[in-house]
């Protein structure tokens, strides 16, 4: 069974255009984040969930938009797509007995053209 | 900006020989560090951590050694084995705001 599930695992698609990526884990975890990783390997956190509240946001272009509609899923949208959002976006997820933990999906690659 | 960082960005190290990769950073304050490893075409895995009150933890075949005083975190891998291959990355949990700040990651190549 998968802990982090994240769907599409590739996405290309235009410029301009909106775009969902679907995370969902099976673990009973508290706590979600999106991580955003670039072509030289960096990761940074993008926003981070805690039972479905929204506890981190970091400076992301109000065009990336996260929902949770509960504790077990955190989807990202991301509205206008720029080249510039080409990456690898991951999904994580953590329980409170050891924060720094984290169970990470296999990763969304996002294409923009 | 980001305070964690590693000296080497790709390592080769011989089958069977062991691994150092090294990793500086610079936030005295924080609570955790932590190596995650990420294999290609995967999410990064948790490894093992470390607390900033201790100076070494071992895992299966991991050692991770904190020195507070140089503010440097290495971690070594006993007889590397074709499986280790990965990108390794550094990671402090400042303990708050709930999330990881990674380093930059460095590629381990086994040679064979």
């Known amino acids: 069974d998968t802990a982090v599930s994240q769907t599409p695992k590739y996405l290309v698609t235009q410029m301009g255009n909106d775009k969902s990526i679907k995370c969902e884990q099976n673990l009973g975890h508290d706590t979600m984040y999106w991580y955003k990783q670039d072509s030289k390997k960096f990761l940074k956190i993008m926003f981070s969930?805690?039972?479905?509240?929204?506890?981190i946001n970091e400076t992301v272009p109000n065009r990336f938009s996260p929902k949770s509609p509960d504790k077990a899923h955190l989807n990202l949208h991301i509205n206008s797509l720029e080249l510039g959002d080409s990456a690898v976006y991951f999904c994580a997820s953590s329980h409170p007995g050891q924060p720094y933990g984290y169970t990470f999906g296999s990763g969304t690659r996002l294409t923009v053209v | 900006g980001e305070s964690v960082g590693l000296h080497l960005p790709t390592l080769s190290v011989q089958e069977g020989d062991n691994s150092i990769i090294n990793c500086a950073y610079s936030n005295s304050a924080s609570d955790y560090f932590i190596w995650y490893k990420q294999e290609s075409g995967k999410g990064p895995q948790f490894i093992i951590d470390?607390?900033?009150?201790?100076d070494k933890r071992q895992g299966q075949r991991v050692t991770v050694l904190l020195n507070k005083t140089v503010k440097h975190l290495s971690l070594q891998i006993a007889a590397t084995q074709p499986g280790d291959s990965a990108v390794y990355f550094c990671?402090?949990?400042?303990?708050?705001?709930?999330?990881?700040?990674f380093g930059k990651g460095t590629r381990l190549h086994i040679l064979p």
């Open positions: 990671a402090e949990y400042p303990n708050r705001d709930d999330k990881i700040i």
């Open positions: 969930y805690n039972n479905k509240e929204l506890i």
């Open positions: 470390i607390r900033s009150n201790m």
